[in-house]
């Protein structure tokens, strides 16, 4: 793609999130998703006229076919407001289910759960973490599916299950042999969520806010859930493997989404601190506390881009098993910067920044997972150690 078509796309995206999307923040903070509903779904329709549902996907798919790269730049873009990357369909964890069926998927699966999740008609959730188990050691899980027949009967408990409220389907990980080497017991399995035994105990608090729908973590019950083996995803015992190659192209998403977070937070940091007077005439810009905090963002900002795309075009270039350690490397980096580019920003709006009057307190609360889902800091700063030190002979353990 040349750079006049991705600029071209990118102004178009752009256009919709800043004049369309940010429009229903003030409702969807005060009355949670259900107040801008129809909204919401007017707005994605508009993206579908365009052709910009799904743009990650191939045009077989309705998507747009962008590479890593530009997916990644037009991932800022919608990261800008907590509700762009819904209007466009590419909202995790439908993102990265969409992109496992779409590599993996059997033609049934394609055709049943593929096609309507990339129309933007149903979503999906993704079931691997569980509360007596820690999620850091992927390969250690207590949730069971035996085989029975033609069938698997599944049993255990998910949570964290982000978007179970409401998915059509959920996408589980599950010991289909529990005598096989640790990375090889686990399969994915495709969970219609009206499966009998398939149960959403609750949508979990996070930081006092349950959320509902998209906006929400679900705790998970599989009691007996029987599904045929044609349910499974590639080849029994690949979960692990499948888990690994999902969450590469995933962590790239989640980086660009906050690098658009973190411009939102410096630009409205930068407004306030030119608007707001300490004394008459005496801006708050004025301070040099202030500024070096706006220095700071920026500095981090940047140098968190430029990580992301230098990784994404590895990706691109060479295939995600190349790019591991670079995948690391960011996905503890740039949590790190959002992490310190919110705070800074809340710091210098004062106690506007904890009410629900900005976008900055929701994205305080919720963005502090960052450093915890899809691996936490240590396990990532581990993994790029192992791979720093490994010419030095030594052996890093994670
Ligand atoms: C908002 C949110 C959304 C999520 N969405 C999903 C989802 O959709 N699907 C899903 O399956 N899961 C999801 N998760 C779960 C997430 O992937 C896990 O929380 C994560 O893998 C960490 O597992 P844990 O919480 O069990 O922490 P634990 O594994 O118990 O680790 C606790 C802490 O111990 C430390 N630690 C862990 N390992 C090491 C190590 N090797 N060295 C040093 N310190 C270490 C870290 O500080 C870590 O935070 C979500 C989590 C959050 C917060």
Request: glycine share 10%; proline share 6%; charged share 25%.
């Amino acid at each position: 793609m040349g750079d006049a078509a991705r600029d071209g796309i990118l102004h178009r995206v752009r256009a919709i999130v800043r004049e369309g999307v940010v429009l229903l923040e003030p409702d969807f903070l005060a009355g949670g998703l259900g107040a801008i509903a129809p909204r919401l779904d007017a707005l994605r329709q508009r993206v579908r006229e365009e052709g910009l549902l799904a743009p990650h996907l191939p045009p077989a798919y309705g998507g747009a076919g962008l590479p890593l790269a530009v997916f990644g730049r037009l991932s800022e873009e919608l990261g800008w407001s907590p509700l762009g990357h819904y209007v466009f369909n590419c909202q995790a964890p439908d993102v990265g289910n969409m992109e496992l069926l779409l590599h993996h998927g059997s033609a049934e699966q394609k055709e049943r759960f593929l096609r309507p999740l990339a129309a933007g008609a149903i979503r999906s959730c993704f079931a691997m973490t569980e509360p007596d188990r820690a999620g850091s050691n992927p390969v250690w899980l207590a949730t069971t599916a035996r085989a029975e027949g033609t069938d698997y009967v599944i049993d255990g408990r998910k949570w964290f299950t982000s978007g179970a409220d409401g998915a059509a389907f959920a996408i589980v990980m599950a010991v289909t042999d529990v005598l096989a080497p640790p990375h090889k017991r686990a399969s994915m399995l495709l969970v219609p969520t009206e499966t009998p035994g398939y149960r959403l105990v609750r949508n979990i608090p996070v930081m006092g806010d349950a959320g509902s729908g998209y906006f929400s973590h679900g705790e998970v019950a599989f009691e007996g859930c029987r599904v045929p083996a044609t349910a499974r995803i590639g080849a029994p015992g690949a979960g692990f493997a499948l888990a690994q190659e999902r969450l590469g192209p995933g962590r790239i998403h989640h980086c660009l989404r906050w690098i658009g977070v973190c411009e939102r937070a410096l630009h409205m940091t930068c407004e306030r601190a030119a608007r707001r007077e300490l004394a008459p005439g005496v801006r708050l810009a004025s301070k040099q506390a202030v500024q070096h905090a706006i220095a700071e963002s920026r500095a981090e900002i940047d140098a968190a881009r430029l990580l992301v795309l230098r990784t994404a075009e590895r990706i691109d270039a060479e295939g995600a098993a190349a790019a591991r350690a670079d995948v690391s490397l960011i996905k503890f980096f740039v949590a790190g910067v959002l992490d310190r580019v919110l705070d800074r920003a809340v710091q210098v709006h004062g106690a506007l920044g904890l009410t629900e009057d900005t976008i900055l307190s929701f994205w305080y609360r919720h963005e502090r997972a960052a450093r915890i889902y899809d691996g936490p800091d240590e396990v990532h700063k581990s993994a790029l150690a192992r791979h720093v030190l490994r010419p030095y002979g030594v052996d890093v353990e994670i």
